[in-house]
Nanobody, 117 residues
Framework: VQLQASGGGLVQAGGSLRLSCRAP???????????MGWYRQAPGGERVLVAD???????NYAGPVQGRFTISRDNSNKRVYLQMNNLKPEDTAVYYC?????????WGPGTLVTVSS
């Protein structure tokens, strides 16, 4: 599964960014079989889950981003989004899009988010 992510950048603390990920080669019916997620990896750290969303819209968030980030998906356009508000310096990381189905896990290239204090 090819995933293309975009939307990273440099933002001041308290600002917002919106990440987007698309799966251009999947057809609609296949895209909906995947749980789509966003992960992040801070410098020197491990890759950890930020949020994920099922095809029906059920969401799951990591504690540090609860209430500030919102994950959503557009199945018809095969996209998943991560709206990030009230960003903090500790949100600085490379963010990765993921498509998971059973034991299958597909990663897109990361997009860097840098939050300055």
């Amino acid at each position: 599964v090819q995933l293309q992510a975009s939307g990273g950048g440099l933002v001041q603390a308290g600002g917002s960014l919106r990440l987007s990920c698309r799966a251009p080669r999947l057809i609609f019916s296949t895209f909906t079989t995947y749980v789509m997620g966003w992960y992040r990896q801070a410098p020197g750290g491990e890759r950890v889950l930020v949020a994920d969303i099922t095809s029906s819209g059920a969401t799951n968030y990591a504690g540090p981003v609860q209430g500030r980030f919102t994950i959503s998906r557009d199945n018809s356009n095969k996209r998943v989004y991560l709206q990030m508000n009230n960003l903090k310096p500790e949100d600085t990381a490379v963010y990765y899009c993921n498509a998971a189905r059973g034991t299958e896990s597909n990663w897109g290239p990361g997009t860097l988010v840098t939050v300055s204090s």
